[in-house]
């Protein structure tokens, strides 16, 4: 579909990190771009069914995604990092860990325009906005979807110096 078709076209590298995964649904879908998924989800009926129909290169652990992030980012170092949080958001104890850890992407799909505003404002020290996109999954209904795409600030920042054609 066209919000699945959006999140693909932003995500970079070899290395995806997709927490609140549910039963898997962005790690399945882009299972090709990527030569290691790993999935986070507190749902333990949700991860089994996503390592049912995981790939070989596709990993999905159950457990509290706030306390699992951390080590994570720091020992995997993710190019890409999907949130697809419920209706109440990510943790806080997520947003901490990537501030400390930045991925070189970051695609949060929201629900929820509220705790989506909440979160980017948490996420505004070392991040660039670079695309929001609203869409339209539920026609005829208030509920709409949005993606919101990332980039780490540190990897953003050029070296800052004389131009080639600076005379000094």
């Given at each position: 579909?066209?919000?699945?078709?959006?999140?693909?076209?932003?995500?970079?590298?070899?290395?995806?990190?997709?927490?609140?995964?549910?039963?898997g649904?962005?790690?399945?879908?882009?299972?090709?771009r990527f030569k290691k998924i790993i999935g986070l989800d507190w749902s333990e009926p949700a991860i089994t069914a996503a390592r049912e129909t995981a790939r070989s290169h596709e990993t999905y652990i159950c457990g509290d995604v706030g306390e699992m992030i951390a080590s994570l980012l720091r020992?995997?170092?993710?190019?890409?990092?999907?949130?697809d949080p419920s209706a109440e958001g990510v943790d806080e104890r997520v947003t901490k860990a990537l501030q400390i850890h930045p991925?070189?992407?970051?695609?949060y799909v929201s629900c929820n325009p509220a705790t989506l505003a909440r979160d980017l404002a948490r996420l505004?020290?070392?991040?660039?906005?670079?695309?929001i996109?609203?869409?339209d999954m539920f026609p005829q209904t208030a509920k709409i979807e949005t993606?919101?795409?990332?980039s780490a600030a540190a990897r953003a920042i050029q070296v800052q110096?004389?131009?080639p054609t600076d005379p000094s």
């Open positions: 579909g066209v919000l699945l078709d959006f999140v693909s076209s932003q995500a970079v590298g070899d290395l995806l990190v997709d927490a609140y995964c549910g039963s649904f962005f790690g399945h879908a882009l299972s090709e020992d995997e170092q993710p190019q890409t990092v999907i949130l991925p070189t992407r970051l695609i505004r020290e070392g991040y660039h906005l670079r695309a996109q609203p869409f993606v919101a795409v990332l110096g004389p131009s």
